[in-house]
T-cell receptor, first 112, second 121 residues
Framework: AQSVTQLGSHVSVSEGALVLLRCNYS??????LFWYVQYPNQGLQLLLK??????LVKGINGFEAEFKKSETSFHLTKPSAHMSDAAEYFC??????????FGTGTSLTVIP | GAVVSQHPSRVICKSGTSVKIECRSL??????MFWYRQFPKQSLMLMAT?????????EQGVEKDKFLINHASLTLSTLTVTSAHPEDSSFYIC?????????????????FGAGTRLSVL
């Protein structure tokens, strides 16, 4: 069975500062890993995904994430936070059966 | 990227009425569609998984007679909340996945609709 843990339900950063959202997973098989962003009253937008290949994945809006198998982590980063980055972020893992398992989400606040 | 359209975005209804929510894949054929429910400040809870032409698979604790799911075509799935009550008020989100898109494997990727805010009075 898969599970996803997002450390920190709320993260606050200053505008221009580094964004780091943590995600750890447990998986019995090689996982597919995803980060989604959700703005208020909207659906989820795919930020980036890791399936195979390069472990550093670049996504939209300047975000990137690195798959570290030894640490079972897939942390999301962005070098410089922008006000428009304020949103809810979800990490998800899926297995070969296409079942998705979501973390509980991290609310990102960007302080001007 | 692949686009999933969900309609309506918001619905307010009286207790006891039924509400239908549509989920359409606009530029691809969705082999599998998923329905989620999201409570305020919480993560997504998978309600059911549906494959085109077959019965939906419901997660434990989800009443299949209350939440009717139809996936009649490769581009459309519907969720009907029957005899809705205030406790059914929630944010419902659909997603779709497919095997290939433009010749590239796209399995295990879900594309989400914008969600439907259901308020039952």
């Amino acid at each position: 069975a898969q599970s996803v843990t997002q450390l920190g339900s709320h993260v606050s950063v200053s505008e221009g500062a580094l964004v780091l959202l943590r995600c750890n997973y447990s998986s019995s098989v090689p996982p597919y890993l995803f980060w989604y962003v959700q703005y208020p009253n909207q659906g989820l937008q795919l930020l980036l995904k890791y399936t195979t290949g390069a472990t550093l994945v670049k996504g939209i809006n300047g975000f990137e994430a690195e798959f570290k198998k030894s640490e079972t982590s897939f942390h999301l980063t962005k070098p410089s936070a922008h006000m428009s980055d304020a949103a809810e972020y979800f990490c998800a893992v899926s297995d070969a059966g296409n079942q998705f398992y979501f973390g509980t989400g991290t609310s990102l606040t960007v302080i001007p | 990227g692949a686009v999933v359209s969900q309609h309506p975005s918001r619905v307010i209804c009286k207790s006891g009425t039924s509400v239908k929510i549509e989920c359409r894949s606009l530029d691809f054929q969705a082999t599998t569609m998923f329905w989620y429910r999201q409570f305020p400040k919480q993560s997504l809870m998978l309600m059911a998984t549906s494959n085109e032409g077959s019965k939906a698979t419901y997660e434990q604790g989800v009443e299949k007679d209350k939440f009717l799911i139809n996936h009649a075509s490769l581009t459309l799935s519907t969720l009907t909340v029957t005899s809705a009550h205030p406790e059914d008020s929630s944010f419902y989100i659909c997603s779709a996945s497919f095997g290939q898109w433009r010749g590239r494997s796209a399995k295990n990727i879900q594309y989400f609709g914008a969600g439907t805010r259901l308020s039952v009075l």
